[in-house]
């Protein structure tokens, strides 16, 4: 059935993560607006519609076509404004309830003479992360911000937007529940700075090890968590899932054993899995390993990882009492380090188990 590397999906737990985090939402009185960077896929959005998502978020503007064509009428783009798409931009705000993302206040000097559509906008507001967005601190450039926003016939001022990014370079509950904590402490610090001045502000925050291991969104009107679809290896090390909840892995072919390196060779490489990396024992490793029965992955193989990565090679360390269970043309399931990433290396062609 198999020949090369295979992107698998473990279709009930990939429903299972998803019914999850929209049962946690709704008990939080919060909207879900999941993002689809993770798994760009028509028939997985489906299982999102099933558990009453109406509205998503993506991370390009040919991601929102592609959905948008596809049935789906709320869509936030969260990715600062690139100029040069704006009349990709005008078109799909013309059809569907179209949100953007603003981190400068060039953008909304561009806006003002180029928006030709209804268009919502939510400033992106950096509350440690440090990739984009407005400094959160900085009252008064929100306040300018805004007003001048306001002013545009087009733009209908939404609220502030943040990703807690640095919950993903840190380990353990309590050390990521501190910085969800902290970051939006200073998101609602800054919402009370504003809200005499600006009415209905909404706080939109997105990451998966938060949203997974929070119990309340206190302060929060929507959430945008996209990796929790798949989780990853990532996400295990940090502690937002257990390895049952991991639903993505690709399936490659062993093409060669050393025994006596402890190393097996599977055709499956950095065009694959991506380089994306995480830390094992102060190793870098490029995924974790499972069994494969011909049906389905089983648990991970302890002392069993990805070492190293070339175009189509992947070289796995593994002990020498597997190794022996294994010969060439056997298959080994590899949990990805970073689900995302793996999932766009392999364009998303799924194979649903």
Not at 21 to 27: D, G, L, Q
Not at 41 to 47: A, N
Not at 233 to 244: D, R, T, Y
């Amino acid at each position: 059935m198999f020949s090369v590397p295979t992107l698998i999906v473990n279709e009930a737990q990939c429903k299972a993560n998803i019914k999850f985090m929209a049962k946690k939402a709704a008990a939080n009185n919060v909207v879900f607006r999941p993002h689809f960077k993770t798994h760009q896929d028509i028939r997985i959005g489906e299982w999102f519609r099933n558990e009453s998502v109406n509205c998503i978020t993506v991370s390009s503007v040919r991601m929102a076509i592609l959905f948008a064509d596809n049935g789906w009428k709320d869509i936030t783009i969260a990715f600062p404004l690139n100029f040069h798409e704006i009349d990709s931009i005008n078109e799909l705000a013309a059809i569907i309830n179209l949100n953007i993302i603003i981190t400068n206040e060039e953008s909304i000097d561009f806006l003002k003479t180029n928006l030709k559509t209804k268009t919502g906008v939510f400033i992106e507001t950096d509350c440690g992360y440090h990739r984009t967005g407005v400094d959160v601190e900085k009252t008064e450039v929100f306040k300018k911000m805004i007003t001048e926003i306001c002013k545009i016939e087009n733009c209908r001022f939404k609220g502030l937007l943040a990703h807690f990014g640095n919950t993903y370079s840190v380990t353990g509950k309590q050390q990521v529940l501190d910085i969800y904590s902290q970051s939006l402490k200073k998101l609602n610090k800054l919402k009370d700075g504003l809200k005499n001045e600006y009415e209905n502000i909404l706080i939109s925050i997105g990451d998966t090890p938060s949203c997974s291991l929070t119990d309340s969104f206190e302060g929060v009107d929507e959430i945008r968590p996209g990796n929790f679809a798949f989780y990853d290896v990532q996400q295990l090390f940090i502690g937002s899932c257990v390895q049952e909840q991991i639903a993505l892995y690709l399936l490659c072919p062993v093409v060669d054993v050393f025994p006596e390196r402890d190393e097996i060779v599977v055709y499956g490489g950095a065009v694959h899995l991506s380089k994306d990396s995480a830390m094992l024992n102060n190793e870098r490793i490029f995924g974790l390993t499972a069994r494969w029965n011909g049906k389905k992955r089983g648990c991970i193989i302890p002392d069993s990882f990805v070492k190293s990565l070339s175009q189509e090679h992947g070289i796995i360390k593994m002990p020498k009492t597997e190794i022996a269970k294994i010969k060439p043309g056997d298959f080994i399931a590899v949990l990805p380090t970073h689900s995302c990433l793996t999932a766009s290396e392999m364009k998303h062609n799924y194979c649903f188990v």
